[in-house]
């Protein structure tokens, strides 16, 4: 099971160091990440591995919420069946 | 791998579109409830929906938030209830409305629906306790919604049913007069109307269906008109094809969310209701689909044609991208739930003469217009013929929701807040239809219905 992870937002220091932080914290695998800078704007999708969670994935949803809220950046994360769904026949 | 053009997609269709699914519907029969006392039956209501409906709200919370895709209303649908309350012997149902406002209450849903009547070819006696009852009950409770049958293709239109209608709607009018008659704005007559449909007033659990089973609403009128927004001046055939992507797309997301909705909750998935439903949310307007098609204002000439053109994409497009398509499946032109239809018909763009128009090309009917207060019973029962004969005829589906606002007159406002909105209480044509309603008896079932 993969989840994607979007955060976007003002680039500052840390950002990809506290997101994958936080999947370590939930034993959440990161598979492939893109990136970019557009002038100070961050951009990344990251790919992760939810198959061996260490808890309900809701909890890792609102933590990963959490964490935009408190740097001022939108994350969003969602699993991935939502895109296979909507954009794969 | 999933494309990063996608995700970015997805995301703004849900942040900047509102793309949503409008409702999740738990369908549940009532059939076993039935008892020879009122309050029996009222006790094994309350007990069966409780139990069943029991963890609807919770789930939908979390495929929402998985998924990333807001579920915006959680609702029951129950078995008419003028079938269930055909033993208790009560000489009235709004006891029974209010054991299903209190289950509705206690799982949490904002609305539920049953409250219903299947009169399109004559009156069991527990059918005319419920019409009698269901101006009290929409009164006495806040989540009840009602819709009574009175005509199919197979059956013709039962018009002394029909003038009753007209009687209720009145009365109901007058009971919730405190609150701009919002009773009518839960209480819907239809023609042929379906077993599955997920979407309120007019949801009800069907006597074909199993035991419980999972209907679900999407939307998405705004992800529409982006789109259209986006192709700029593309000829009919390319909007038309674009619509029909997008449509695919919305409904994709409602079958997985339906799929997930009915594999947690270990209930058998019905039916995906292909449908446009809009809200009073500036970029959630078919109105304004219509508009970006190319019209000045909703209401104009090429109204019904552009319509014609969405309703028919937005099926197609859908239809691939579910397993089980069922309910009303079309665009909904609901006056006071649609920023483009309320300013439409403020400006005196939009009239009731082409909203009837525009029911015969889409779903589902006159839906959440405003008439005024003084409006006489038998014209309101001459609309309902109206819209019946355009459903009965074509074989679709149609249905009134109208309201006679109390006290009010054309051009005053009514307002009820949240996902009913708000109208301007529209004109209607002063000639009286008395001697026709009063005439009462059928309409016979048309040429259409003979097809075996």
Do not use: W
């Amino acid at each position: 099971m993969k989840a994607v992870i979007t955060v976007i937002g003002r680039d500052c220091v840390g950002i990809i160091a506290r997101v994958s932080g936080r999947c370590l914290e939930y034993n959440v695998n990161i598979l492939d990440i893109t990136q970019k800078v557009f002038s100070d704007t961050f951009a990344m999708i990251m790919m992760v591995d939810i198959g061996n969670i260490s808890a309900p994935f809701t909890e890792f949803v609102d933590s990963m919420n959490a964490l935009g809220e408190e740097m001022g950046l939108s994350i969003h994360t969602v699993h991935e069946d939502i895109y296979n769904s909507m954009h794969r026949i | 791998m999933i494309d990063a053009y996608d995700i970015l997609e997805t995301i703004s269709m849900v942040r900047e579109e509102h793309l949503d699914i409008r409702t999740v519907t738990m369908g549940i029969s009532l059939l076993d409830c039935a008892a020879d006392s009122v309050s029996a039956l009222c006790d094994r209501i309350y007990d069966k929906i409780t139990r069943r409906a029991e963890r609807l709200v919770k789930t939908c919370d979390d495929i929402a938030k998985e998924y990333g895709v807001p579920i915006i209303n959680k609702r029951v649908s129950v078995t008419p209830v003028s079938l269930v309350a055909a033993s208790c012997g009560a000489k009235d149902y709004v006891p029974v409305a209010r054991a299903l406002d209190k289950a509705a209450a206690a799982v949490g849903v904002n609305f539920i629906g049953g409250f219903s009547a299947l009169v399109h070819k004559g009156y069991t006696q527990s059918d005319r306790i419920l019409i009698d009852s269901i101006p009290e009950s929409l009164a006495g409770t806040e989540r009840v919604c009602s819709s009574v049958n009175v005509a199919t293709t197979k059956s013709g239109t039962n018009m002394d049913a029909v003038r009753r209608m007209g009687e209720i709607l009145l009365e109901t009018a007058r009971l919730t007069r405190d609150k701009d008659s919002i009773g009518c704005a839960k209480l819907v007559v239809f023609a042929n109307i379906p077993e599955d449909n997920p979407f309120m007033a007019g949801a009800f659990h069907g006597v074909g269906e199993p035991e419980c089973a999972i209907n679900v609403g999407v939307s998405g009128p705004g992800v529409v008109r982006s789109a259209l927004a986006r192709a700029k001046d593309c000829d009919l055939s390319q909007a038309a094809e674009l619509i029909k992507r997008t449509a695919f797309k919305i409904t994709r997301a409602g079958q997985l969310v339906a799929r997930e909705a009915s594999r947690r909750l270990g209930v058998p998935f019905g039916i995906v209701d292909l449908s446009l439903a809009p809200t009073p949310q500036v970029g959630d307007s078919v109105a304004h689909i219509l508009e970006e098609l190319g019209l000045e204002v909703c209401g104009c000439c090429g109204t019904t044609a552009c319509l014609a053109l969405l309703n028919d994409a937005v099926k197609k497009g859908g239809l691939m991208a579910s397993s089980h398509v069922g309910g009303l499946s079309g665009a909904f032109i609901p006056v006071s739930e649609d920023a483009g239809m309320i300013s439409a018909a403020q400006s005196g763009a939009l009239c009731l003469s082409k909203l009837e128009a525009m029911t015969a090309v889409c779903s589902v009917g006159l839906d959440m217009i405003a008439l005024p207060g003084d409006t006489p019973a038998d014209v309101l029962s001459a609309i309902i013929a109206d819209e019946m004969a355009i459903g009965v005829v074509n074989h679709k589906t149609t249905a009134v929701r109208v309201i006679p606002a109390y006290g009010k007159k054309a051009g005053d406002r009514v307002n009820f807040g949240g996902l009913l909105g708000e109208a301007p209480v529209m004109d209607v044509h002063p000639g009286s239809p008395a001697r026709f309603i009063a005439r009462g008896g059928r309409i016979p079932a048309p040429l259409q219905s003979l097809r075996n």
